[in-house]
Structure formats: C-alpha cells, structure tokens
C-alpha cells in the first residue's frame, strides 16, 4: 500500500516510523510520505489559507494550492490556468452540495477504487478528516485496508474550500470525508494518524499474531465491545483475575468473554446491541438479552421497554 498525507506540519508525521507502522514500512508491506502543502505556494509568504467568502472568522485553506498539489500527486492535468467558471457553473457546484453531503464517506460499488485491489491497480481514495462527515468506523477502515494507494489532506484553521473534494469527485476521484468523533481539533494531522493506525494495522502481515485483530472490538459481523483482558500475576493486590479463565476449560471460557462482551455492548453501546442479527443468536445470547432488558423476538433486538411498531 502506497500513503501519501499532505500537511502544513508535515513533520507531525515522523512518528509512523515507530513502533509496528515502521516495521510494517521496513519490510515493503506500506509506504507513506508526506508533503508539505507549502512547496505547492508560489508567494513570498507561502500562503495557504484566505479569509471566508461571506465573511465570519478564521481563515479558509486555499483551492489553488490544494489543486495544484493534489494534480500532481493524482496524476492529473494542471487545471491551474482553465478559465473561471461561469456564474452558471458556480450555481451548479452550490446545488451539487446536498447531494455531496449524502455520499461522504460513501462510493458507489461501480465506481468503488477498493474494488482495483485484486487487479493490482492503484487507483487512489483521497480521503479528507471533517468534523462535519460521517463518522469514521471500523468497517471503514477493513475497506481501506483493501486500497492499494491512499491520499489523506489534512486541513487546518476554519477547514479547506469545499470545492476542492467536489472538484475531485467531479473528475472520477475517489473522495471520502470522515469525521472521527464529536468534537473539533486544530487540524486534520490527528485525525488522519487515527484512521492511518486503524486501516494500516489491517493489512495482511502487519500484525506479529493475526489472530489478535479477530476478536477485537467492532470486528466481524456482530461488532460487540471486546470483552475485558487480564494478565499475570492472577492476583495482584488483592484482586484476582475471574477463575474460569484460569480453568483450563476453552469452551466455558469462550462463553465466559462472549457473555462479558455482550454485557458491556448492552451497558457502554446500546446502539450495537440494536444492530444486532438476532437469527445469529444461540438461546444463551437469547436468554442473557432478554435478561439485560433486550425483545430478542424481531430481526433486531428492541429495548423491551420500547413499544412494537
């Protein structure tokens, strides 16, 4: 997998030579790189931002730099010196908006760049954090982890001109903004080291044991909060760890977690109880549900205090 992340600070980035993400780059499994946005400026002053059209705080960061940059890091034709859009053209860029705003952080299965994996092209997902994306979610990044080429933009003060990710999806790029939680940082660089670990952690090879990534929270087909971990010493002031770990019985303890996983999902993300199928459930998934406060009788289970439709 190729990365490249185009940063103000691109410095920030040294770090992903650390730990499992440099070992992963020292044996040919990724490559990043990340750009200076600023050697795409062409003033004294290497600016990168303006001041809001309409007014309001803050600062914007320029089409024209990001243009140029992402142009030759995409392979694109300089569009640079193309005439300005007509006042018709600019209408139609407004009233694509909406429609934009449904697909972030989606693609459509024909367009899909994932999909060129398995014939080794290396079609880019240009990909962009925004508090106000979809949210960025394990199955997100299992996707990713199939891409062969990857381009983060990491934006900065009042965020990046909105036509820039349109621009790009009008020119066949595959372009996804995510947001990585509720609440709002100085820049992208934290947000794309977030969705960087969670996707590159996924490739094949990356991990010393592949078996530590199968059970993990938000993993497979029923993503349920992963079930507490304990290590030696099995007593350690005073608290001991549960004795049917310590009992040498796989079967009872495998029961053991998966009952701990689907009573912490139910206490801390009710939301993942609710997605879940319920014809996948064993009567003992059943019976502990029904015992939490779950209706395990429809296709989901329900509250059993919420009302039937």
């Known amino acids: 997998m190729q990365i490249d992340i185009v940063s103000v600070f691109p410095e920030y980035f040294d770090v992903t030579g650390l730990s499992l993400l440099g070992k992963a780059q020292e044996k040919g499994l990724v490559t990043i790189r990340a750009h200076n946005l600023r050697d795409w400026t062409h003033d004294v002053h ?66 899909s760049s994932i999909d060129s994996h398995e014939t080794g092209q290396a079609r880019p997902v240009l990909i962009f954090p925004n508090p106000s994306a979809p949210l960025f979610t394990q199955a997100d990044a299992t996707e990713l982890s199939r891409a062969k080429r990857l381009v983060f933009g990491c934006g900065r003060y009042e965020g990046y001109d909105a036509r820039i990710p349109d621009y790009y999806r009008n020119q066949g790029i595959d372009v996804r903004e995510y947001s990585i939680g509720d609440y709002v940082l100085n820049g992208g660089e934290v947000a794309v080291s977030v969705m960087l670990e969670a996707i590159t952690r996924l490739l094949p090879g990356f991990m010393g ?101």
Not at 84 to 110: C, F
Not at 234 to 256: N, Q
Not at 268 to 291: F, G, V
Request: charge should be negative.
């Open 209 to 309: 044991n592949p078996e530590s990534i199968v059970q993990e929270s938000y993993t497979g087909d029923e993503p349920l909060l992963e079930y507490r971990q304990y290590t030696r010493p099995t007593t350690w002031r005073g608290m001991a760890v549960p004795e049917i770990l310590t009992s040498g019985d796989h079967g009872k303890v495998d029961r053991f977690r998966r009952d701990e996983a689907i009573r912490r999902t139910s206490r801390i993300r009710p939301d993942l109880i609710a997605r879940l199928d319920c014809s996948t459930l064993d009567k003992h998934d059943r019976r502990l549900l029904e015992d939490l406060g779950w209706d395990t009788g429809k296709t989901h289970p329900r509250p059993l205090d919420q009302p039937s439709n």
């Open 46 to 111: 290497h600016s990168v931002d303006d001041t809001p059209v309409g007014g309001g705080a803050g600062m914007v960061m320029k089409p024209e730099v990001w243009g140029q940059c992402l142009d030759d890091l995409l392979g694109l034709p300089d569009e640079s010196a193309l005439q300005k859009p007509s006042a018709d053209q600019t209408a139609d860029t407004a009233d694509a908006e909406e429609q934009n705003d449904s697909s972030y952080g989606t693609v459509s299965e024909a367009d």
